[in-house]
């Protein structure tokens, strides 16, 4: 999500470039002692929490990391924006590595911490340079708005999959008041049955049955068949746990409310709210062009957003957000103590549930949309803008001579 700003900080300073070293080489030396020490002296980490014993594919993960590290942090110095991209790769081996270890202890993630400020110094102070001399790179987002898009992704990420595990334990929808056996108000069921076959998954939607045996209702191996509503590798955690998916939902509800807040506060100083996410008349005038554009591949990158733009975060930020805070909210009972017309608002705790679900598979539909147009215009241009803040633009102006 995009914040069109004004008022980029200026200047290049000479420590930026030692900074931006320092920290990438001091992050990949604390990953090289760790890994070393995972090899000859594991029970040295055991009082810092790491406990398991490693294996081939996360050394071969950790190490990578620790390599391509090392090498940015030797690059930032003549290179401050390649040095600083090749650290943020290493940054990325690391992370994978310590997820594939089952491990995301602080220890571990201190290299990681160091190199990524490294990596931020690096590239940010390269496009700030660049930006002095090249009018067609402009200052696109603010700080607080690259913050916020970022949590906004790894908060959604644990909604969506500790949200599966959640509704695991009762895997049907319904519309009303009430749900249960005796009722006839399901819209979706998701389920496993007894078929002439075997065991088999079924879904269940307004009332018409789909065979989805292998993805939902029943997934997992012959042998080792697993009869829940959505597979493991789709849920948080990965088998049965539903208390667990419960505090993972909520702490990460409570992060993207927090921080939506921050945004919101934001957008209402700086004017984006008005100028850049509400749609006005203009933006409908120009709407049948821009989807031509879009069908025909022609991406224009500009300071302000296009009418399919604005109308996309329009829906994202004035609709889906407030409408899945509130559904959320109407599911429990103790906050239906204290505002109980959101039970009336919404027809029922279990029609809120439902559109609860729905709200879901719309920021899942907007997140595959989003990712194809990033790759589709630029996906460097459009992850600098969001990484450095620095965007750009083909309108107006020569952009040749610009570093990457």
Not at 19 to 24: K, N
Not at 62 to 86: C, E, H, N, T
Not at 154 to 159: D, K
């Amino acid at each position: 999500m995009a914040v069109m700003e004004q008022g980029a900080p200026m200047g290049f300073h000479p420590g930026a470039r030692n900074t931006a070293a320092s920290l990438s080489l001091i992050g990949a030396l604390a990953g090289a002692a760790i890994v070393a020490l995972l090899f000859a002296a594991p029970a040295m980490l055991v009082q810092w929490g790491v406990e398991q014993q490693i294996d081939a594919v996360s050394v071969s993960l950790l190490g990578a990391g620790v390599a391509f590290m090392l090498l940015g942090g030797v690059i930032v110095l003549p290179r401050p924006g390649l040095g600083g991209a090749i650290v943020l790769i290493g940054v990325l081996f690391w992370i994978a590595g310590c997820i594939n270890y089952k491990s995301f202890g602080w220890l571990l993630g201190a290299p990681a911490a160091l190199a990524l400020l490294g990596a931020l110094t690096g590239m940010i102070s390269n496009d700030r340079q660049v930006a002095e001399s090249n009018t067609g790179l402009i200052y696109r987002q603010s700080g607080i708005t690259r913050l916020t898009h970022w949590v906004w992704a790894i908060a959604m990420f644990f909604l969506l999959l500790s949200g599966l595990q959640i509704f695991n334990a009762r895997p049907n929808l319904y519309i009303g008041q009430q749900s249960g056996f005796g009722f006839e108000n399901s819209i979706l069921d998701i389920y496993a049955t007894n078929g002439p076959s075997g065991p088999a998954g079924q879904t269940k939607l307004f009332g018409q049955i789909f065979d989805t045996t292998g993805v939902l209702g029943m997934s997992g191996s012959a042998e080792q068949p697993a009869f829940t509503a959505f597979p493991g590798w789709a849920t948080i955690p990965s088998y049965r746990d539903l208390a667990t998916g419960r505090v993972v939902h909520f702490f990460f509800a409570w992060i993207l409310v927090g921080t939506l807040v921050i945004w919101l506060i934001n957008a209402l100083f700086t004017g984006h709210l008005w100028r850049d996410i509400i749609v006005k008349p203009r933006d409908l005038r120009g709407l049948p062009k821009d989807i031509i554009d879009h069908v025909r591949l022609r991406f224009t990158h500009g300071k302000s957003y296009s009418p399919l733009q604005k109308i996309a975060y329009f829906g994202v930020f004035v609709i889906a957000f407030p409408l899945i805070i509130a559904t959320g909210l109407t599911m429990s009972p103790n906050f239906d103590a204290t505002a109980p017309w959101l039970l009336e608002l919404f027809g029922g705790r279990q029609t809120a549930r439902t559109i609860h679900f729905i709200t879901m598979l719309a920021f899942v539909l907007f997140f595959v949309v989003h990712i194809i147009m990033v790759v589709l215009a630029n996906p460097i241009n459009e992850l600098r803008s969001m990484i450095t803040g620095y965007y750009k633009t083909n309108i107006g102006h020569d952009s040749t001579g610009e570093e990457h």
